[in-house]
């Protein structure tokens, strides 16, 4: 099925321990995005990919750094995790200027202990 | 910078209408966004309002957009059980690539 794989579903880690988030999508889409989902607060942007070859930052960067390693995946390095860090994370797509088009993933649900 | 506001919880009978409210900041938004997450989901996209518009009714969703007060508010028409989920309503923001900006969410309980 079309749409946005995010692996893995489950982590839990150490803090200090490092870890990527992967995200694929196959829609062909240009922009891709990475959110952290905390409770009462909604999403919030950690960074974001308008077109392959480009990121930028969102607006909670900090501790966090992605790759678009090309059109289809934007992964998401955690380098030295801190409890803080503890969130349900998602990856979404969209083409430019489609701006209804968000597609999210599942979500990827980390503990850090 | 924008802010998106809702209440975070709602709770309805099953078959009773549900109205979810959303107050947002950015006037010159052109589209806002109704986004539903169901337990262990992602969000999906429920229904949009382009900022021309008033009201957009989809099946048993009406969506009223007054961009006087900069209120959006979503109305589920006999709710079911199925309804019982996360609520999102979300604006086009100005910054980080005009990125959307989503509210806290609102958590529609349907009772039997």
């Known amino acids: 099925n079309a749409g946005v794989t995010q692996t893995p579903k489950f982590q839990v880690l150490k803090t200090g321990q490092s870890m990527t988030l992967q995200c694929a999508q196959d829609?062909?889409?240009?922009?891709m995005y990475w959110y952290r989902q905390d409770p009462g607060m909604g999403l919030r942007l950690i960074y974001y990919s308008a077109s392959e070859g480009t990121t930028d930052k969102g607006e909670v960067p900090n501790g966090y750094n992605v790759s678009r390693l090309n059109k289809r995946e934007f992964s998401l390095r955690l380098e030295s995790a801190a409890p803080s860090q503890t969130s349900v994370y998602f990856c979404?797509?969209?083409?430019?200027?489609?701006?209804?088009?968000?597609?999210f993933g599942s979500g990827t649900r980390l503990t850090v202990v | 910078g924008e802010d998106v506001e809702q209440s975070l919880f709602l709770s309805v009978r099953e078959g009773d209408s549900s109205v979810i409210n959303c107050t947002y900041t950015?006037?010159?938004?052109?589209?806002l966004y109704w986004y539903k997450q169901e337990p262990g989901a992602g969000l999906q996209l429920l229904t949009y309002?382009?900022?021309?518009?008033d009201m957009k009714q989809d099946q048993r969703l009406t969506v009223l957009l007054n961009k006087k007060d900069k209120h959006l508010s979503l109305r589920i028409a006999d709710t079911q059980t199925g309804d019982s989920a996360i609520y999102f309503c979300a604006e086009r923001g100005n910054n980080y690539g005009q990125n959307f900006v989503f509210g806290p969410g609102t958590r529609l309980s349907v009772l039997p």
């Open positions: 979404a797509s969209k083409n430019r200027g489609r701006d209804y088009g968000y597609t």
């Open positions: 829609m062909n889409h240009n922009s």
């Open positions: 950015d006037s010159s938004s052109t589209y």
């Open positions: 309002i382009f900022s021309n518009m």
